[in-house]
């Protein structure tokens, strides 16, 4: 069974900075992708970064871009995202998530292994 554990959310003010981490228990961790997604209450989950299973390429979603950062250090099986620059709207459960390949991808249906989220709330 594949478990993956997120941590590192919490409140912080607008404009801060927090750094999510998620630690998996896959075996081959290297060998695929990994992902983070949110969810804000009311709203559908949307992807937020993606990196490949080597870390040579990494894909963000519009409303981040600049401001996170995905890495991973294969050798401890953990995947991390770099937020800055925080705004109100990046509350939400975030969720990191491994994918069935090595690519970095957007797609939902393209993980098979999901977190319990942790919550990251940003106030004004």
């Known amino acids: 069974q594949v478990q993956l554990v997120e941590s590192g959310g919490q409140l912080v003010q607008a404009g801060g900075s927090l750094r999510l981490s998620c630690t998996a228990s896959?075996?081959?961790?290297?060998?695929?992708?990994m992902g983070w997604f949110r969810q804000a209450p009311g709203k559908e989950r949307e992807f937020v970064a993606a990196?490949?299973?080597?870390?040579?390429?990494?894909y963000y979603a519009d409303s981040v871009k600049g401001r996170f950062t995905i890495s991973r250090d294969n050798a401890k099986n953990t995947v991390y995202l770099q937020m800055n620059s925080l705004k109100p709207e990046d509350t939400a459960v975030y969720y990191c998530?491994?994918?069935?390949?090595?690519?970095?991808?957007?797609?939902?249906?393209?993980?098979?292994?999901w977190g319990q989220g942790t919550q990251v709330t940003v106030s004004s």
């Open positions: 998530a491994s994918a069935s390949n090595s690519r970095a991808t957007g797609r939902g249906n393209e993980y098979v292994y």
């Open positions: 896959r075996r081959t961790f290297s060998t695929y992708g």
């Open positions: 990196i490949s299973g080597l870390g040579v390429t990494t």
